[in-house]
């Protein structure tokens, strides 16, 4: 069982739905080849789905827009040195 589903019961495909019902818009759905044409804002919540057998991740938008907006993330980023789970990311 994906750590997901045993601490938080969601997961980065079971999330969607519960985001919607919850007051947020799905804006954007796309692929690696059409993700040029959003440029993300401050509040979104990025979500990479493992709907397709690849890894799943979610990232929330914590500042600024476009090119120039920052992210916070929980990731492998730094392959698992002690203290660094949560990312902010440019």
Request: hydrophobic share 30%; glycine share 14%; aromatic share 12%.
């Amino acid at each position: 069982m994906a750590s997901a589903q045993r601490w938080g019961g969601y997961n980065t495909v079971s999330i969607r739905p519960w985001l919607i019902q919850n007051g947020y818009s799905n804006v954007f759905n796309g692929t690696s080849s059409t993700a040029s044409s959003y440029s993300p804002q401050y509040g979104d919540i990025v979500i990479w789905d493992d709907a397709t057998g690849g890894d799943g991740h979610i990232l929330i938008i914590a500042d600024g827009s476009g090119s120039g907006a920052t992210a916070l993330s929980v990731c492998y980023y730094t392959e698992g040195e002690e203290g660094t789970a949560v990312q902010e990311l440019n």
